[in-house]
């Protein structure tokens, strides 16, 4: 039952694939021009610096099926189960964006802020940098474990996000990650530090490949550094469509900030995918 939803999801998207349309910002406000490095506001789990119009909404659904993509009787793993993430953001200004989801595991609830604090108009680097900062909170303990409210629930992150764009074809980004409680089912309240990088090249005005790595440089971390690698189909209208293998089957970042439970290339990869959708 599982794989013909998914299937039957591919299949409705099929046809927004093939819109021949493309995303321009809007030229009719009075904003002042915003760098477009990166054409999405997340690459895979780690986010672009980029930003929305004023009064732009996204909305977000992804999957991580859990089943490597070589687990027999799984159909590459898209029997699942499967780790999904839902997500609404919204940009109150076109250098901020307010951000709030849902992932089953954990029943976690993220809520973030992002706002872009520079961008530079160099011919050969133009770059821009933003932060961002969120909460993880988990719903889903047994009351009778722990409450609702305990601080142990909640997880708070912090990020600074650095792009930059060569040729207007390889672009490049950095994203230094606090994370504070990185385990929520430990007594003992954790950090972790990670320093996370990607790579996106723009194969065409639809295409893109991306290689994504978040290696954790101090404090705790779930057993191996997450690596994840894929392409973005940007059908136009500001829809995107991810296709990702991955050792880490983690959506929320203050799920994916602590580790992988795998090591990558030493074991099969799973399959994922991320869609996301501006409303205007």
């Known amino acids: ?55 732009d909404f996204e909305y977000e659904i992804s999957h991580r099926f859990i089943p490597a993509v070589d687990e027999k009787g799984k159909f590459f793993g898209l029997d699942g189960p499967a780790n ?10 076109h250098r901020m964006t307010l951000t709030v989801g849902r992932a089953n595991v954990d029943g976690n609830i993220d809520f973030a802020l992002k706002y872009k604090l520079i961008q530079l108009m160099g011919e050969l680097f ?18 009778s474990q722990r409450k609702l409210f305990d601080s142990k629930n ?13 040729e207007r074809t390889f672009g490049i980004g950095f994203v230094p990650t606090y994370l504070y409680n990185s385990n929520v089912y430990s007594l003992k309240r954790y950090y972790s530090f ?11 005005d639809k295409w893109s490949a991306i290689l994504e790595w978040n290696p954790t440089v101090t404090g705790y971390r779930n057993k191996f550094n997450p690596v994840a690698f894929g392409f973005e189909l940007d059908t136009g209208g500001g829809h995107f469509f991810k296709f990702i293998l991955s050792n880490s ?29 501006i409303l205007k």
């Not at 999904?84 to 200004?93: D, E, G, M, N, V």
């Not at 909640?154 to 060569?166: E, M, P, V, W």
């Open 1 to 55: 039952m599982k794989l013909i939803l998914v299937i039957c999801f591919l299949l409705i998207n099929f046809n927004l694939f093939t819109q021949e349309i493309t995303w321009r910002r809007s030229t009719e406000n009075n904003e002042p021009k915003e760098l477009r490095l990166f054409r999405s506001t997340q690459v895979i789990n780690l986010p672009s610096a980029e930003t929305y119009e004023k009064g």
């Open 84 to 93: 999904i993430r839902f997500s609404l953001s919204y940009a109150p200004t």
């Open 126 to 143: 133009p770059s821009q940098f933003s932060i961002r900062f969120g909460t993880g909170w988990a719903t889903n303990f047994p009351s």
């Open 154 to 166: 909640f997880q708070f992150y912090a990020q600074g996000i650095f792009n930059t764009l060569y």
């Open 194 to 204: 990670t320093l996370g990088s990607y790579i996106q090249v723009y194969l065409s």
């Open 249 to 277: 089957v983690d959506l929320n970042t203050s799920h994916f900030a602590n580790g992988a439970d795998k090591q990558f290339l030493k074991s099969s990869p799973s399959f994922g995918f991320n869609l996301t959708r």
